[in-house]
């Protein structure tokens, strides 16, 4: 079955210009913003510009370009925030949520970028 997109989801939202946002980096396939409600001191969300519903949607139907930009603006991110292992940086963690075994909230593609403090484990037993 095909994945259906919600373009009324608060992420496309920002997209259109609708309501503000917190960028931190944009370019013409992607665009990263603070989260609202941060989780470590670095957390941004970075998302592409393109109607996909979650990581294997996008994985899948992006663009070679939209998919190297994605992954090159991620790159940016995690350095200019110093957090890169390969730059003296202490780490970070990128998560993304799918569908609600996954407990995704904005059914817009998107990855997290956590980072400035330990992450502890990954997982939680509940
Ligand atoms: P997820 O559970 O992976 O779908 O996470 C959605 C994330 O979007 C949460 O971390 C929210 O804090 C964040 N969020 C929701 N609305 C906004 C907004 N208007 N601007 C920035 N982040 C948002």
């Given at each position: 079955m095909p994945f259906a997109y919600d373009d009324q989801n608060i992420f496309a939202k920002i997209l259109r210009g609708e309501i503000p946002n917190d960028t931190v980096l944009?370019?013409?396939h992607t665009l990263a913003f603070n989260d609202i409600t941060p989780q470590a001191p670095?957390?941004?969300?970075?998302?592409?510009?393109?109607?996909y519903v979650c990581h294997d949607h996008f994985a899948a139907e992006a663009s070679d370009a939209e998919l190297v930009d994605f992954?090159?603006?991620?790159?940016?991110?995690?350095?200019?925030?110093?957090?890169?292992p390969g730059g003296n940086g202490k780490g970070y963690?990128?998560?993304?949520?799918?569908?609600?075994h996954g407990v995704q909230e904005v059914p817009?593609?998107?990855?997290h970028i956590l980072g400035g403090?330990?992450?502890g484990r990954m997982l939680q037993k509940d």
């Open positions: 944009e370019t013409d670095v957390h941004v969300l970075v998302i592409p510009k393109g109607s992954a090159r603006v991620t790159a940016r991110i995690v350095a200019e925030k110093g957090l890169s963690r990128t998560i993304s949520n799918a569908g609600s817009h593609y998107h990855l403090r330990a992450m």
